[in-house]
C-alpha cells in the first residue's frame, strides 16, 4: 500500500488526506460502512452518479482505509454509491484511493464541496475544451437547457461581485437578481450577503427591492418582486438608504473613535495607578471609581479578552 506521502511547504510538513499511489480492489475486499437502501437506489444523486460514470468513467476514485482488518477487507470510507453502481453494471473490481485516515469522519470533513461559481468554471472549461454541451448534460444526467444556464451564469456580472462570492454555495436563481443591478450595487449586494452570511434567494429579492431604480442596469424595467407592492419597495429603499448613510458615518468615525478610547484608557490606567486618587475617589466619588476600574480593566471594546 505504501507509506503516507508528505508535502513540503515553507512552514513544516502538511499530511495530504491520501496516498500517492492508489490499489485496484476486488468487491470482495471492500468491506462497506453502510448498506445502500432501496430509495438511495432511486435518488436523483444514485442516478446522476449512475448515468456519469456510464458516459465518463468513474472520475473520482472511491477511498478505503489505510489498513486491511483482519479478515484482509479494507473499509470504504467514501464512494458507497459509485462502488454500488459498478457493482450493478457488473464490474467485479475498482480503483481506490487510500486514505492516511481510517475513518470516515475524518476524512469526509476535509471535503470541499464545489462552490456555485466553482462549478460555473469547470462547465466553461469542459465546454472550451470541446466537449459538448450536451455530453456534459448526460454525465451529469440533466437537461441541456440546465448546463446551458450554469455556462452562462456570470454573464454581466461584475468581477468584484465575482471574486466576493466565488467560494459561497449561492443558488443560480441569486445571479439572476444580481444581474438585474448595476455593478457597484452588484458589489454591495455581495458584500450585505457575506456580511449577513446568508446567500437565499429571497434575501436577493429584498436587496432588489431595496435597490433605487437609479442602480438597475435597466431603470425602466419594472421592478417586480413578489409579496412586494410597489409602496413597500419604495419605503424598503428608503429605509436602505438611511442604513447605509448611518453605516457610512460609523465607518469614517470608528477609527478615530478607537483611538481616543484607547488614549482614554491609557491615561485612566495611569490615573488609577496614583493611590492618592484611588483614595481621594473611593472617600468622595465611589461610583465614578467603579466605572473607572471597569474601564481600565477592559481588554476590548466588548469587554472580552483581547486586545484593544
Do not use: W
Not at 470541499?112 to 462547465?123: A, G
Not at 468584484?160 to 449561492?170: Q, R
Request: proline share 3%; glycine share 6%; with cysteine.
Amino acid at each position: 500500500m505504501g507509506k503516507p506521502r508528505k508535502l513540503r511547504q515553507v512552514d513544516g510538513d502538511v499530511s495530504i488526506g491520501f496516498d500517492m499511489q492508489t490499489v485496484i480492489l476486488s468487491f470482495d475486499q471492500i468491506m462497506p460502512l453502510k448498506a445502500i437502501t432501496e430509495a438511495a437506489r432511486k435518488s436523483v444523486k444514485y442516478k446522476q452518479i449512475a448515468v456519469s460514470i456510464g458516459e465518463v468513467g468513474v472520475i473520482e476514485p472511491p477511498v478505503v482505509s489505510g489498513k486491511c482488518l483482519e479478515d484482509g477487507r479494507y473499509m470504504l470510507l467514501d464512494g458507497h454509491l459509485r462502488v454500488e453502481v459498478l457493482r450493478k453494471m457488473g464490474k467485479t473490481e475498482v480503483t481506490c484511493l487510500v486514505s492516511t485516515d481510517d475513518e470516515s469522519f475524518t476524512y469526509n470533513k476535509q471535503i470541499s464541496r464545489l462552490s456555485t461559481i466553482q462549478e460555473h468554471r469547470m462547465i466553461a472549461k469542459a465546454v472550451a475544451r470541446g466537449i459538448s454541451e450536451e455530453k456534459i448534460a448526460k454525465a451529469l444526467n440533466v437537461d441541456v437547457a440546465s448546463i446551458v444556464r450554469k455556462k452562462n451564469l456570470l454573464k454581466d456580472i461584475c468581477s468584484e461581485a465575482v471574486a466576493m462570492l466565488k467560494d459561497k454555495t449561492v443558488p443560480a436563481e441569486v445571479f439572476n437578481i444580481l444581474r438585474r443591478m448595476k455593478p457597484f450595487r452588484q458589489v454591495e449586494s455581495a458584500g450585505l450577503m457575506n456580511s449577513a452570511g446568508t446567500y437565499a434567494t429571497s434575501y436577493a429579492q429584498a436587496l432588489l427591492a431595496a435597490t433605487p431604480k437609479n442602480q438597475l442596469a435597466d431603470p425602466e424595467k419594472p421592478k417586480k418582486v413578489k409579496g412586494l407592492s410597489d409602496e413597500q419597495m419604495v419605503r424598503m429603499e428608503n429605509e436602505m438608504a438611511n442604513l447605509q448613510r448611518e453605516f457610512q458615518l460609523i465607518e469614517e468615525n470608528y477609527s478615530a473613535d478607537i483611538l481616543n478610547l484607547t488614549l482614554a484608557k491609557g491615561y485612566l490606567t495611569a490615573l488609577l495607578g496614583n493611590a492618592k486618587v484611588v483614595r481621594y475617589l473611593a472617600q468622595h466619588h465611589s461610583e465614578i471609581l467603579s466605572q473607572f476600574q471597569k474601564i481600565s480593566e477592559m481588554t476590548t471594546l466588548a469587554g472580552k479578552n483581547t486586545e484593544v
